[in-house]
């Protein structure tokens, strides 16, 4: 165990669904991300929070919005996905201040399925 | 781009035998990063090793960085089935602000 723990594991959803991922970090780390990971494609950083402020938003669709309420907990609410959205998703934190911030720990992810 | 690539991008050995993987990067970094990822969950990190080192250990893990050529390579000696995973290497550049991660090899140590 890291101490990331995300919710749920798994998730299948249709397209006109709304659903929420859920990430939570008992290391009292104060920077948390979403990672997309697709076969066959390295990692792509979706949202990058720290102190609870997004300070990073890689061109991500409206469709996937983020929201961090406090340094602990982080989600991802998922509206109208499509089909090449199915994928890993990893929600990892670290420390976000000098030299700490470069290691990240990482929770073991959300299998999203859209159909 | 500053993302890593790995290779090879597949490498099946027995148990016993070393495993190396290798790492190709781009731009300037800070320092360089190893993650494992067991099936289908989350990466979890191994080592870490600075522009300004050449060489680290931890463990069955051996780490070089050659910032001359930008590549560095993972080396599991003693290799067992519990290593069997996919290996990234990520980059970190304080330019950058953001760690950059490669595609991964899958190794796989056949008991």
């Known amino acids: 165990e890291t101490g990331v723990t995300q919710t749920p594991r798994h998730l299948v959803m249709g397209m006109t669904n709304k659903k929420s991922l859920k990430c939570e970090q008992h290391?009292?780390?104060?920077?948390m991300y979403w990672y997309k990971q697709s076969a066959k494609k390295p990692l792509e950083l979706m949202f990058v929070?720290?102190?609870?402020?997004?300070?990073e938003n890689n061109s991500v669709p409206s469709r996937f919005s983020p929201e961090c309420p406090n340094s602990s907990h982080l989600f991802l609410h998922l509206h109208t996905l499509q089909p090449e959205d199915s994928a890993l998703y990893l929600c990892a934190s670290s420390q976000g201040t000098g030299t700490r911030k470069e290691t990240q720990y990482f929770g073991p992810g959300t299998r999203l399925l859209v159909l | 781009s500053q993302q890593g690539e790995e290779d090879p991008q597949a490498l099946s050995i027995q148990e016993g035998e070393n495993a190396t993987m290798n790492c190709s990067y781009k731009t300037s970094i800070n320092n360089l990063q190893w993650y494992r990822q067991n099936s289908g969950r989350g990466l979890v990190h191994l080592i870490l090793i600075r522009s300004n080192e050449r060489e680290k250990h931890s463990g069955r893990l051996r780490v070089t960085l050659d910032t001359s050529k930008k590549s560095s390579s993972l080396l599991i000696t003693a290799s067992r089935a519990a290593d069997t995973a996919s290996y990234f290497c990520?980059?970190?550049?304080?330019?950058?602000?953001?760690?950059?991660f490669g595609q991964g090899t899958i190794l796989t140590v056949h008991p």
């Open positions: 929070y720290s102190l609870e402020e997004r300070v």
């Open positions: 990520a980059t970190w550049s304080t330019s950058y602000g953001k760690l950059t």
């Open positions: 290391l009292g780390h104060n920077a």
